[in-house]
């Protein structure tokens, strides 16, 4: 199917919210896509686009004609400088450090900067984030940091494992997000689920996917 019905029948799909009924918020993620492929999709419906290097962020900027810009992938400190002001959300805000470092940035700009608190769920040695135990603490530091807004939390699933374990991961950051929500009226995004494993997600109660296969089709890493 093209780019156009996949978008679609996604949104379609998704109509029906999660499992407590509530909207989703569909992320296309545009690593590898052209902006031909990324305007495509925004033609059939897309609203929000995920970019996970700043450099693709870079090049693909004026070339993509609309869409809430949200940066998905692994920030480097030196890097920020190209996002300030151009990103709608900071998806990945896995450290203490490369928090203040993105306040500091902000501030000199002029602007608040919204940002997801990423969270290593699945504590994979390969993944980053801040541990399961650390990470509501770690949600009320950046609140408390001029320059920053926090919006919710952000988590990959691990590729393999159990299906309840897998959604009981869900559930647990499912419970972090409610727990934040009561105290605080920013909180609005529980960012869980790819293409592999988005409807698990939406069970468990997330309420913003990042899909890239999904919409686009099989990454060609060779470009």
């Given at each position: ?23 989703v ?51 480097q ?40 608190v ?31 807004r ?74």
């Amino acid at each position: 199917m093209s780019i156009t019905e996949n978008v679609k029948n996604t949104l379609n799909e998704l109509a029906a919210g999660n499992c407590f009924h509530e909207p989703v918020t569909l992320v296309a993620a545009t690593k590898t896509r052209t902006p031909e492929e990324i305007n495509e999709a925004i033609r059939a419906g897309i609203t929000d686009i995920g970019e996970n290097r700043v450099q693709e962020f870079r090049d693909k900027y004026d070339a993509v004609q609309g869409g809430k810009r949200h940066f998905i992938g692994h920030l480097q400190l030196n890097k920020i400088k190209y996002l300030v002001g151009k990103t709608y959300l900071y998806q990945s805000c896995d450290r203490m450090e490369l928090a203040e470092e993105l306040a500091k940035r902000s501030l000199r700009a002029g602007v608040t900067s919204d940002v997801l608190v990423e969270v290593n769920i699945g504590c994979e040695e390969s993944k980053s984030g801040f541990a399961y135990a650390d990470a509501f603490a770690a949600y009320e530091k950046i609140c408390e940091t001029a320059g920053l807004r926090v919006r919710g939390f952000m988590a990959m699933l691990p590729l393999a494992g159990e299906r309840e374990f897998l959604l009981d991961l869900v559930r647990k950051m499912r419970a972090l997000f409610d727990k934040a929500k009561k105290q605080d009226n920013n909180i609005a995004y529980l960012s869980m689920g790819m293409s592999g494993d988005y409807k698990l997600c939406l069970e468990g109660g997330s309420n913003m996917v990042r899909l890239g296969t999904s919409l686009f089709g099989a990454r060609n890493y060779n470009i």
